[in-house]
């Protein structure tokens, strides 16, 4: 009897501590009708047209694998993994964890701290003031001045990522990328250009109000420091957001008032908007549904962009939509891409 007792013991601590851990699996699939200027309709054509690669038209379809540890006195262990490259017209995936791949430490008290490969604090920080996420048709990335994409991307490799927490609204964050990080494996042979990176990140919000501030340094000789401000203002029937930004590169006007400087490490004419400008952006909720416009006016570079876009919430998980970009793309080669391009899609997202 004493030894059925100890074991039964033995399972109830085991039943705790395992309660204690938690992993899951997560997931975002969009796949819809598009038709780009000078293209044809069809499913998740996105900016394969252009040049690029086959994707969804609202969001970027995505599996991901996240958990969390309990380690005791208010110390967890975190861990995220999250492909993208995936194509539900076809069912083609590339699964490497190249959207996110870290292992992280938090405290209650103290914040998060995240090693490996995680969003940048641009992304972070400026993606809450585009009223309709990072869409295809983004009038924000169209306009090559999203505070998502400096460099490219909404990513950084290799980071050393801190996010305060939340004091009463006001959010800090902070990271840093070494320079051995920045061009070639085990940090041998780097090129004198290349630069530790650091980027800086505050917002607050709290009711209706919501501000950011970010900046990140150049990652080799060439670039430049970038920032962006931000601020949206929610009055219930309508919402209204702001930015401004400067990017990592300056504005070369080529191709048609397209950009041939490219904003990755060392590369050039990959069709990425530099430059500075402003962006506004209003939506509103109309029952299940959400309407709403934004502009971009990217000054460096002399681009002008335009969205159109609609939601309609099935429900938490599952939302129609419809969405028009006008302007430049900077995702794709702007060698191919025409004159005043345009692009317009509709479909469905599924979040699981």
Known sequence: MKKSLIALAVLAASGAAMAQSSVTLYGVL??????????????????????????????????????????????SARFGLETG???????????????EAY???????????QLGRTTSIGADVMGTFDLNGTAYSSAYDRGGISGVT?????????????????FGGVVARASFIA????????????????????????????????????AETKAANGYRTAYAVGASYNLDVVKVAATYNRRESEGVKNYNGFVANG?????????????????????????????????????GADIKALEVFANYALSKRTTLYVDYGKGYDQNVSAVAAPANPYAVGLGVVHTF
Request: aromatic share 10%.
């Open 150 to 166: 400096w460099y490219g991307s909404s990513r950084r490799s290799s980071q050393f990522k801190y996010t305060s927490p939340n």
């Open 85 to 99: 490259g995936l194509d539900l017209s076809t069912g083609s995936s590339t699964l490497s964890f190249g959207r």
């Open 103 to 113: 292992v992280g430490l938090g405290g209650a008290s103290w914040g998060l701290v």
């Open 263 to 299: 904003g990755n490490f060392g590369s050039t004419g990959t069709g990425l908007a530099g430059g500075k400008g402003w962006t506004l952006a209003v939506s509103a909720p109309l029952g299940a549904a959400n309407v709403g416009v934004a502009y971009a006016r990217n000054t």
């Open 179 to 214: 320079k051995g990080d920045q061009a070639n494996a085990q940090g041998t042979n780097v090129t004198s250009a290349a630069k530790n990176q650091y980027s800086l990140g505050l917002s607050y919000a709290n009711g209706p109000l919501a501000i950011g501030a970010v």
């Open 30 to 75: 969009d796949i819809g009708a598009s038709k780009l200027k000078g293209g044809k309709w069809g499913l998740n054509n996105g900016d394969e047209g252009y040049g690029g690669s086959p994707n969804g038209f609202q969001a970027t379809s995505r599996i991901g694998f996240k958990g969390v540890e309990d380690l005791g006195g208010g110390l």
